[in-house]
């Protein structure tokens, strides 16, 4: 296994720039996941690491090797794509057995490695079946297990399980875990799910235009989000955000959103220097806000808002309020007695409340959440 390292690496394609200026450092055998919406330039930072696209700027490092102008063939990566990727022709066996073929290896060294492969990844019944033979879930084992069997210093990974359903999906992303925990090898793997780079990610680059916007820890994203659209969209639902105002006359600082206000320290923000009636963002995860009837005792800070939507999971119910003509989600007990159009009171602990520029979008949080001495109606 080995380390990687991007030095200031853009991608330019004529005049769209793919990816702009990246510096990013992954230390061995770690599990890294690059997240972020359709075209925002996480699949072609895994394929100028592959080495199918060349950086336009910059220089790519694994290990102490500098491999920016290096052919794919020469930097022993291994990579799964979405597709699979298969010959159809040849049998599971002959799939997982074509790269050491290729290179040489003697046929019992071969056959040993493709049986402990197979027996590693329950393959090992289906090796005399073709790949149409086979479901989605096992063509995609077989594709892990070519990347296995290679032995390679990275796996990279690109949308693998996209074309899978929900609950292969999360069989998969267990298997996945697991063998790259035996196997140590350093791992990069690309999707647009969040959830699936929660789950699986020691650390998760979340890139946005072609530029990573926060490269961090699960916990961290989630709790320490650096601005509105890591907020928004890092966690399941995502963080409702309200527009208010701060005020600031040191030491206390006055927020005002929706019909309350809350009144905190000012020490709790990154720097003190706002002018009067600063627009910003406040954030509440749904999972945060809670109905008053039902609401832990730390809950002290309320709002009300009417019942627009009602959504039963089965293990819960999220409700859509309108709250001061803005849309809001939160979580309710299961089968709640509510019902559509009536009032609704709903309270959060004021420690859970995010904030964020409004023009910038940057968290104005420093280490803590703000501490209310009070929370009152708006006039």
């Not at 890092?234 to 409702?240: A, D, F, I, Q």
Request: proline share 6%; with cysteine; aromatic share 8%.
């Amino acid at each position: 296994m080995s380390s990687v390292r991007f030095e200031n690496v853009s991608k330019l394609f004529g005049d769209l720039v793919a990816v702009r200026d990246l510096n990013l450092e992954i230390a061995e055998g770690e599990f890294i996941v690059f997240v972020g919406p359709s075209g925002c330039g996480k699949t072609t930072t895994l394929r100028m690491l592959a080495g199918l696209e060349m950086p336009s700027y910059g220089r790519i490092w694994i290990g102490d090797k500098d491999v920016t102008l290096e052919p794919p063939g020469r930097r022993d990566i291994s990579m799964v794509f979405q597709s699979y990727a298969l010959f159809p022709h040849m049998t599971v066996y002959k799939n997982l057995a074509f790269g050491p073929e290729v290179r040489g290896n003697s046929k019992s060294s071969i056959d040993e490695r493709v049986r402990a492969v197979a027996e590693s990844l329950h393959l090992d019944k289906l090796l005399d079946r073709y790949p149409h033979e086979l479901s989605g879930g096992q063509r995609q084992r077989i594709a892990l297990g070519r990347t296995m069997i290679r032995q390679p210093k990275i796996f990279l990974l690109d949308e693998p399980l996209s074309n899978l359903d929900a609950a292969l999906r999360v069989s998969m992303r267990s298997g996945i875990m697991e063998l790259q925990r035996r196997l140590k090898v350093t791992t990069v793997y690309v999707t647009h799910d969040q959830v699936e780079a929660m789950t699986m990610g020691d650390r998760i680059a979340v890139f946005r235009d072609g530029v990573i916007l926060q490269f961090d820890t699960p916990k961290r994203l989630y709790q320490r989000p650096a601005n509105t659209f890591v907020a928004t969209f890092v966690g399941s639902p995502k963080m409702n955000l309200v527009s208010g105002t701060l005020d600031v006359v040191s030491p206390r600082a006055m927020l005002r959103y929706a019909d309350v206000s809350l009144s905190f320290s000012v020490d709790r923000l990154v720097d003190a220097q706002f002018p009067r009636n600063h627009e910003v963002a406040v954030g509440i995860r749904p999972q945060d806000l809670h109905w008053a009837v039902d609401a832990p005792s730390r809950c002290t800070h309320g709002i009300r808002g009417t019942i627009a939507a009602i959504e039963t999971t089965g293990p819960e119910t999220y409700v859509t309020a309108e709250v001061a003509g803005v849309s809001i989600v939160c979580r309710f007990p299961r089968f709640a007695d509510i019902q559509l159009g009536r009032s609704v009171e709903l309270a959060m602990d004021p420690q859970d409340i995010y904030l964020f520029d409004r023009e910038s979008g940057r968290n104005l949080l420093a280490e803590g959440e703000p501490t209310p001495t009070s929370a009152t109606k708006s006039a």
